[in-house]
């Protein structure tokens, strides 16, 4: 087995794990946001296991998506970040793993507070200019995994302008393209196609993926570290819910929590 295999098959052995605490975590606090945290777990796990190695190529990674707070916490859990006694005081009165991600309580894999939508791909570019231009010795990529329903927002173009003009061969943006959005899909509320095309015009290089296939997205997002010259746009295809059939692509995936008979059937399915 090579590197490159290995380096998935890690990734890949900790999905459904990953995906067990996200439906445990939305079951036990009756959490909204299943959908949205199950629709971007084979992302995250990437970007972590790239964050999170002996050699590391990703220096920051910004949850632009805060809403998937459980997936961010269930995978610092899996990565031993997170012990399994503090997951589990996720949205109880008094603790810190609230419903969004918080830089300020200081956890190793929060490197920013995110659930205001629109603001996450703003602040990494940030870092990422700051790190090209200010601090030249800074190494590894800056990413940021962002929604399609966020690509509504002004924000998000006017910094895919100015991440195209700076060339910011560090930028990484992995959009969770589940075409779903809180009130309804996306082609019914403001459609994005020809998405790519639109990346593509602001001067970045986009490739579009299968976002469930590690292999894939490990490969576009190595690539991309070792030869870039432009920001980069993985468009990564996803289903919201993915792992539970019964809500996946659903709009109600959004907001029902994950059900007893939901966890035991993934279990026994596994
Ligand atoms: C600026 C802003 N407006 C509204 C919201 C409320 N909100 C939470 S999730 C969401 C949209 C969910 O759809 P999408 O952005 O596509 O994320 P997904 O869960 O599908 O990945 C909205 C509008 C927010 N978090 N931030
Ligand atoms: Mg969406």
Redesign the pocket.
Known sequence: MDNFEALCLEIRERVQPIRRQIMGLSHRAKSA?A??SL??VEILACLFQLKYSPQPMVDKLILS?G??AMALYATAHSFGLLESKRLDEYLQNGTELWGHPSFHLKFPFIDWST????HGLPVATGFAYSAQNLHQNSKGLVAAIL????CN?GSTWETALFAGHHKLKNLLAVI?Y?K???FGRVSEVLELEPFANKWKAFGWDVVEVNGHDIEILVREMTSFASSASKPKCILAHTV?GKGILEIENTLES?YLPITSTQLDNYKNEK
Do not use: Y
């Open positions: 946001h959908g949205s629709s971007c998506k809403h998937a659930g205001s939508l629109g929604t399609d329903g966020e927002e969770d589940n779903i959005q809180s919201k959004h």
